[in-house]
């Protein structure tokens, strides 16, 4: 990579940082279609685990004290039932239906309201562990946690702190995971060290901005902006990954 393609991802970073500390999601998949104009896929995809594996780190370390721990058991001690399952769907469904499948999803609980935000509706607490299986297998196949795990959450949880926190701590290891699975199988990171580590203030900063203005924005104006965002990736997922196969 030039100094001037790492410029531009580095104030991309900055942005997608900042969006997510603000609504919980959005940032991930922007930054991920940034990359692949740079990059190769089988160097973004990587790349992109480990810059997120960073800051959602960071972003768990600002948000600690909002951490849904209940939630967080639950949903996480059966993820590994997932990831296994995920890994046989890899290789036997096509990745556009599961694409579809969670757009799908998304924007029935949205437009129908079955999920609705802030304690009008909860989830009971029990469903967040076949949830965990469920995101665990969808993270192997598409790479998705985020918006199907805040479509959950905002029927569960009482603020917005909640949410991001909450969501931040399985992005993290979603894409740690990750991280790990293509350093197994050979992934160059030493060959990105320097590029990335160039990245890595975008991400402290993104992310520091990203949390003044969660702290500054109402919990009403919030729940419209996160609606506006869910909506958005699940037409994505829906039309432009499913129906189109991410091409013209």
């Given amino acids: ?56 780190g960071w972003r768990i370390w600002l948000l600690r004290e909002n951490m849904l721990w209940p939630i967080i058991l639950r949903f996480g001690i059966p993820m590994p039932i997932g990831i296994a399952a995920g890994l046989w769907l890899f290789q036997e469904m096509p990745k556009e239906w599961v694409q579809m499948l969670i757009g799908g999803f998304i924007l029935f609980t949205l437009l129908t309201q079955s999920v609705k935000f802030m304690g009008q509706r909860e989830l009971p607490l029990w469903a967040f562990a076949p949830a965990g299986v469920v ?40 894409h740690f995971m990750k991280v790990v699975g293509f350093a197994v199988v050979g992934f160059g990171f030493a060959e990105y060290a320097w590029a990335m580590a160039a990245m890595v203030p975008s991400i402290v900063l993104g992310t520091y901005a990203g949390r003044h203005l969660l702290g500054k924005i109402s919990d009403a104006f919030f729940r419209q902006l996160l609606r506006i965002v869910l909506a958005a990736l699940a037409l994505k997922l829906l039309v432009w990954d499913g129906l189109m196969g991410g091409t013209f």
Avoid: C, D, K, Y
């Fill in 1 to 56: 990579m030039i100094p001037i393609e790492i410029g531009i991802l580095a104030g991309a970073i900055f942005f997608t940082s900042a969006l997510t500390t603000s609504t919980g999601v959005g940032g991930g998949s922007l930054l991920l279609a940034l990359m692949l104009q740079f990059m190769t896929p089988g160097a973004a995809i990587p790349i992109h685990g480990a810059m997120q594996t960073v800051a959602n």
């Fill in 135 to 174: 995101v665990g297998a969808l993270n192997i196949v598409v790479g998705v946690v985020g918006p199907v795990l805040t479509t959950l959450l905002v029927g569960r949880v009482s603020t917005r702190q909640n949410i991001v926190s909450t969501t931040a701590v399985f992005s993290f290891l979603g």
